[in-house]
C-alpha cells in the first residue's frame, strides 16, 4: 500500500472557524491532490501540487487554500468554514503526469455546524 | 471539466454484465478507472493510454476511443465483490486530475 496518511480522519466544527487538513506522504511522489466527494457529484478536485510551493486550483477552490512547504505534506485550509463545506475529503498522489495512477488516503469526514 | 459517467447506478444479478461508460468534452489522453468501496478510499483497476496500450486489471476491461474522446469498462459475470462507486479519471492537461461523478454498482446474489 502507498504510504499515504490523512489527518484527522473525522472532524466536527462550527461554522465560520477556520480549520486545517493534512496530508502526509512516504512515497516522494511529486504530484498531491485534494478532492471533496458529495453525493451525486463525484470527486471534485479542490486544489493540487505539482512541488514544493507549486500549486494551483482545482473546479472548487472558492473558500480553500492549500500549502506545500515540504514534499511530503500537503495541507487544505478551510479559511472560515461553511457549511457547505461539509463533506468528505481525499488526498491522492500520483508520481508522475499521464500514464501513473493515483494513490489514495483514507478520506477526512469533516462536519461543519 | 469533469468527464461525464453513465449510468449513474446498475444493479446486476451475480453473473450478469455490465458496462459503464465515460466521455469528455475535451480530448483525452489517457483514461484511468478507479473502484470505491462504501467508507474506504477510490482504488486503482486500470489505465488506458492512446494508442490502445492497456495496463490494470485480470477480469474487468476497457477501451478507450480517443476520436469519440469515451472510454468504457466492462464488467462481466459479476461477482459480489464488484459492487462498489466506479470513477473514471483523466488529465486534460499534465497536472490536474479530474473524476468522473461515479456509477454506483449493485451486485446481488
Known amino acids: 500500500d502507498a504510504g499515504i496518511t490523512q489527518s484527522p480522519r473525522h472532524k466536527v466544527t462550527e461554522t465560520g472557524t477556520p480549520v486545517t487538513l493534512r496530508c502526509h506522504q512516504t512515497?516522494?511522489?511529486?504530484?498531491m491532490y485534494w478532492y471533496r466527494q458529495d453525493p451525486g457529484h463525484g470527486l471534485r478536485l479542490i486544489h493540487y501540487?505539482?512541488?514544493?510551493?507549486?500549486?494551483d486550483k482545482g473546479e472548487v477552490s472558492d473558500g480553500y487554500s492549500v500549502s506545500r512547504s515540504k514534499t511530503e505534506d500537503f495541507l487544505l485550509t478551510l479559511e472560515s468554514a461553511t457549511s457547505s463545506q461539509t463533506s468528505v475529503y481525499f488526498c491522492?498522489?500520483?508520481?508522475?503526469?499521464?500514464?501513473?495512477?493515483?494513490?489514495f488516503g483514507q478520506g477526512t469526514r469533516l462536519t461543519v455546524v | 471539466q469533469q468527464p461525464v459517467q453513465s449510468p449513474q447506478a446498475v444493479i446486476l444479478r451475480e453473473g450478469e454484465d455490465a458496462v459503464i461508460n465515460c466521455s469528455s468534452s475535451?480530448?483525452?489522453?489517457?483514461v484511468h478507472w478507479y473502484r470505491q468501496k462504501h467508507g474506504e478510499a477510490p482504488v486503482f483497476l486500470m489505465i488506458?493510454?492512446?494508442?490502445?496500450e492497456q495496463k490494470g486489471h485480470e477480469k474487468i476491461s476497457a477501451s478507450f476511443n480517443e476520436k469519440k474522446q469515451q472510454s468504457s469498462l466492462y464488467l462481466t459475470a459479476s461477482q459480489l465483490s464488484y459492487s462498489g462507486t466506479y470513477f473514471c479519471?483523466?488529465?486534460?492537461?499534465?497536472?490536474?486530475?479530474?473524476f468522473g461523478s461515479g456509477t454506483k454498482l449493485n451486485v446481488k446474489p
Open positions: 491522492a498522489i500520483r508520481r508522475g503526469q499521464m500514464n501513473t495512477e493515483a494513490f
Open positions: 512515497e516522494n511522489h511529486r504530484y
Open positions: 501540487s505539482y512541488g514544493v510551493k507549486d500549486t
Open positions: 475535451k480530448a483525452l489522453y489517457s
Open positions: 488506458l493510454l492512446k494508442g490502445g
Open positions: 479519471g483523466t488529465s486534460y492537461n499534465f497536472n490536474k486530475f479530474y
